[in-house]
């Protein structure tokens, strides 16, 4: 079974940076997706990105696009989430999600159904 643990949430100031790091296990097949969502205190979600695994092409959600870069390293079955020029907004629980592989993914139709795997996620808090 698939599972993923997080790391590499902390407290950080606004315009700083962070980096975040999943480790993925249990892989049966490599035609997924595997994404960043934060939630928040209220436990809704917002897509943050996503990364294919088999070719790597990326997509970002509006509010970080320019900001943050996802990244994956097949040797070591991880996906990071380099965090650059945080603001207060980002702060919440970042959490790390895979789904078979779909266009739609890729899009603004991408919902978060489509990520049936999900780990627990770590904390980033934002504040001066």
């Known amino acids: 079974q698939l599972q993923f643990v997080e790391s590499g949430g902390l407290l950080v100031q606004p315009g700083g940076s962070l980096k975040l790091s999943c480790v993925a296990s249990?892989?049966?097949?490599?035609?997924?997706?595997v994404g960043w969502f934060r939630q928040d205190e209220y436990g809704e979600r917002e897509f943050v990105a996503t990364?294919?695994?088999?070719?790597?092409?990326?997509y970002y959600g509006d509010l970080v696009k320019g900001r943050f870069s996802i990244s994956r390293d097949k040797a070591k079955n991880t996906v990071d989430l380099q965090m650059n020029k945080v603001k207060p907004e980002d702060m919440g629980v970042y959490v790390c999600?895979?789904?078979?592989?779909?266009?739609?993914?890729?899009?603004?139709?991408?919902?978060?159904?489509?990520?049936?795997?999900w780990g627990r996620g770590t904390q980033v808090t934002v504040s001066s």
């Open positions: 999600a895979a789904g078979i592989y779909r266009p739609v993914m890729f899009t603004k139709g991408l919902d978060a159904d489509f990520f049936g795997w």
């Open positions: 249990g892989f049966t097949v490599d035609y997924l997706a």
């Open positions: 990364i294919s695994w088999v070719t790597g092409v990326t």
